[in-house]
C-alpha cells in the first residue's frame, strides 16, 4: 500500500485555488494528513481509498466546471496501469 500526505504546494497550479478551498465540506484535508491510500488490485490495476470521499467528490464536481481542465476528474477511483487510463469516481 501506498499513503499519499495532503500538500497543495505542488505542481497544481491551475487547480490550487480549488483546493484551497473547502466548498463547506467539514471533512476536508489539512497539509500533513494521510490523504489517500492506494492499492494493487490484481496486476493492472491501482485503487484509490480517499479518506475525505465528500471533500474528493466536491472537489471533482468543481473541476468538472472548471474549463481549463482537460479530464473530468481530479481524483480518480482507479488507474489501470497497463493502459495508463483513469476512471472517475462515481
Sequence with gaps: MIILIWDTKGAWRD????????FG???YP??????AELSLRG??????????PEFVDKQNEVGRKNKKLIIDTL????????????????
Excluded at 15 to 22: A, G, I, N, P, Q
Excluded at 30 to 35: A, E, L
Excluded at 75 to 82: I, L, N, Y
Design 75 to 90: 481524483f480518480p477511483e482507479f488507474f489501470r496501469c497497463a493502459t495508463c487510463e483513469w476512471a472517475p469516481r462515481k
Design 30 to 35: 489539512k497539509t500533513g494528513d494521510i490523504f
Design 25 to 27: 465540506v467539514k471533512n
Design 15 to 22: 487547480v490550487r485555488t480549488s483546493l484551497d478551498k473547502t
Design 43 to 52: 496486476d493492472t490495476a491501482i485503487y484509490v481509498n480517499y479518506l475525505s
